[in-house]
């Protein structure tokens, strides 16, 4: 079976510090994707990456970056933590650019105090 | 740009009985892939049902079937003799066919179907 790893489910950090969200697949896929997830608002795109060293910009990437050195791992990273960023992150993957569905990993619940 | 929307946040459903999950979606796009997306309390998400808009047949698979209607861009999920496993969060998604950096999933904000024994 097809793999997404996340390394953290329940994460608690303060406003200010640095935070790290790892993301592993077994799969060797090209894509690998991170979303937030909130209630009532679904799940939104926050980056993506289609290729080892490359990214683009998903629909609410202002607070995050990401860093993907090995087509396996796709990290996101938290700048500066800040309470509005409490949410739970998902990260998937997919095989190509095309209509294949993503696999999702267990995702990470990330409180911010 | 494709929105996607899921119209009933919540829905309730007895044990045996059918429901269906409303989804409606907004392209200007001719190609493209619908999918619905199950997030039970586990948090992972399970691809249930995949539809490709150029086909007109309707997806199924096993007790889930989906009505496709690509004039009306509605993609409705149906779950046939539900179950207490099927108590879930579902998500209706979009995905373009064009391919390239461009072809993300787009998700709806969600339902909630609760199952009662």
């Known amino acids: 079976d097809v793999k997404v790893t996340q390394s953290s489910r329940y994460l608690v950090k303060r406003t200010g510090e640095k935070v790290f969200l790892e993301c592993v697949q077994d799969m060797d896929h090209e894509n690998m994707f991170w979303y937030r997830q909130d209630p009532g608002l679904g799940l939104r795109l926050i980056y993506f990456?289609?290729?080892?060293?490359m990214k683009e910009k998903g629909d609410i990437p202002e607070g995050y970056s990401v860093s993907r050195e090995k087509k396996e791992r796709f990290s996101l990273i938290l700048e500066s933590a800040s309470t509005n960023q409490t949410s739970m992150y998902l990260c998937?993957?997919?095989?190509?650019?095309w209509g294949n569905g993503y696999t999702f990993g267990s995702g990470t619940r990330l409180t911010v105090v | 740009a494709q929105t996607v929307t899921q119209s009933q946040p919540e829905m309730s459903v007895q044990e045996a009985e059918t429901v269906t999950l409303s989804c409606t979606y907004d392209t200007s796009e001719s190609d493209y892939y619908l999918f619905w997306y199950k997030q039970p309390p586990s948090r992972q998400m399970i691809l249930v049902i995949r539809?490709?808009?150029?086909?007109?047949q309707n997806a199924t698979e096993n007790r889930f079937s989906v009505n496709f209607q690509k004039a009306a861009k509605s993609f409705s999920l149906k779950i046939s003799d539900s179950q207490l496993g099927d108590a879930a969060m579902y998500f209706c998604a979009y995905r373009t066919a064009r391919g390239g950096a461009t072809n993300k999933l787009i998700f709806g904000t969600g339902t909630l179907l609760a199952v009662q024994p």
């Open positions: 990456s289609y290729d080892v060293k």
């Open positions: 539809q490709e808009a150029y086909k007109q």
């Open positions: 998937a993957s997919s095989p190509d650019r």
